[in-house]
């Protein structure tokens, strides 16, 4: 069965730092978005991506985040300076176009560990 | 309590018991959907019902769906210890362009001895 996978699994990077979390969503999907889960907290929306630019957007994702689908497979999410607070489980997902009543498909995550 | 709001926040029972979660949501919604997460993996799409759908089985997963009561519950029969996870429910808010993210509860922590 076609998933999102998300590399890497696990990224340490220092405060300040930029990082990258690479997603490739499943292939014929038009629906992207990125969520973040704080340590023990809920999963939150951070931005949702379609027909090349960003359709929606939560308070969370400020000048510091920025997403980008380079080419045909790859959904990407920058984060410009972390911060230590930045430090979560980052999950992207995909959804089929269809009708409004699909589920999204997330993949494993990238822990980001700012340090 | 918030949109998506789960309850009981964790719940322990034996094997071969069923499991009842709970959920509540603010605002009219698409859907709502239910997933599982695995201690430090992903989230797992489990079932989706629609708002004018009252009720949906999934092999041993039964959802209810009251949007009087903006209210839905997962129930998991015959559970087995490889049901512990936690469980999600997540909605879809109602919107013209069915673009809407998905908003999240904050879990039930099942754990199933066996």
């Known amino acids: 069965e076609p998933e999102v996978t998300q590399t890497p699994s696990h990224q340490v990077t220092q405060m300040g730092q930029e990082v990258i979390l690479r997603c490739v969503p499943i292939s014929n999907h038009l629906y992207f978005y990125w969520y973040r889960q704080i340590l023990g907290q809920k999963v939150e929306f951070l931005v949702s991506?379609?027909?090349?630019?960003?359709?929606?957007k939560s308070e969370i994702f400020d000048d510091q985040f920025s997403v980008e689908r380079p080419d045909g497979s790859n959904f990407t999410l920058k984060i410009r300076s972390t911060k230590l607070e930045d430090s979560a489980m980052y999950f992207c997902a995909s959804r089929g176009i269809m009708v409004s009543n699909q589920p999204q498909h997330f993949g494993d995550g990238t822990r980001l560990s700012i340090l | 309590s918030q949109q998506g709001e789960e309850d009981p926040q964790a719940l322990s029972i034996q094997e071969g018991e069923n499991a009842t979660m709970n959920c509540s949501y603010k605002t009219s919604i698409n859907n709502l959907q239910w997933y599982r997460q695995n201690s430090g993996r992903g989230l797992v799409h489990l079932i989706l019902?629609?708002?004018?759908?009252r009720e949906k089985h999934s092999g041993r997963l039964r959802v209810t769906l009251d949007t009087s009561k903006k209210s839905s519950s997962l129930l998991i029969t015959a559970s087995r210890a490889a049901d512990t996870a936690s469980y999600f429910c997540a909605t879809a808010e109602r919107s013209d362009t069915g673009r809407r993210a998905l908003t999240f509860g904050s879990g039930t922590r099942l754990q199933v001895q066996p």
């Open positions: 991506f379609y027909n090349n630019e960003i359709s929606e």
């Open positions: 019902i629609r708002s004018n759908e």
